[in-house]
């Protein structure tokens, strides 16, 4: 397993509408889901709550997320050259990639119906789309942002974001490369963030929050 040291902003993939926006009131009733798979189907098909998982998968224990090896594709952490800590993982392989980042949740909520207004206004914002479809998660969101290359100029970034609600966190997934461009043939990247195991933890968090996670021991430097 590698990770690397995240620097600034043109080496980095860009995303869009970091923080999510998170109700306070745990105790709500339950709201209807709209757009986002039920959460006995994300139970049956992933990704899934530790607590769902009963199995002999050897996974890569990052904290907060569990993730399942696969050949070809690599483990990588974003870590903040300033606080050191870090902050996503990236699952890399030779046609595309996805980054996924966990965050508290209220029990009974929809954070992924919440952000996505915030993503979409915060892309307009920028001079970029984002584009609802219907996926095998549910509503997500097809993405043309503008980035600044190394060398000064601007290009068009294609991307695919998928939010995932469970039992009291969120899961954000972040496609690029092939994975984003050609979403209906995207089925084994899909199997991939399916495989992703989200250890939410018994303390308390303020909702919105991202859960922690931490740098295994066996993780290596690259340049």
Excluded at 35 to 61: C, F, L, N, W
Aim: net charge negative; no cysteine.
């Amino acid at each position: 397993m590698r990770f690397r040291r995240k620097k600034d902003d043109a080496e980095e993939p860009e995303t869009t509408g970091e923080g999510v926006v998170a109700p306070t009131d745990e105790g709500a009733d339950e709201p209807t889901q709209e757009g986002a798979a039920s959460d006995d189907v994300r139970a049956a098909s992933g990704p899934y709550d530790v607590s769902e998982v009963d199995d002999e998968v050897e996974r890569v224990d990052l904290g907060s997320l569990l993730i399942a090896p696969e050949a070809e594709r690599e483990v990588r952490l974003q870590v903040d050259e300033a606080t050191q800590e870090v902050q996503s993982v990236l699952i890399a392989g030779p046609d595309g990639a996805v980054e996924v980042r966990a965050f508290a949740a209220p029990r009974h909520g929809d954070l992924w119906g919440d952000a996505r207004p915030q993503i979409k206004a915060e892309t307009a914002q920028r001079g970029g789309t984002a584009t609802e479809r219907d996926g095998r998660f549910g509503v997500e969101l097809i993405m043309q942002q503008q980035v600044q290359l190394p060398d000064g100029t601007k290009a068009v970034q294609p991307s695919r974001i998928v939010g995932v609600n469970g039992p009291r966190w969120f899961l954000r997934a972040t496609f690029l490369g092939k994975p984003a461009v050609e979403p209906d043939d995207a089925g084994a990247w899909d199997d991939t963030l399916a495989s992703v195991v989200v250890n939410r933890g018994t303390h308390a968090m303020p909702p919105g929050d991202p859960l922690p996670l931490t740098l295994p021991p066996s993780a290596r430097r690259t340049s």
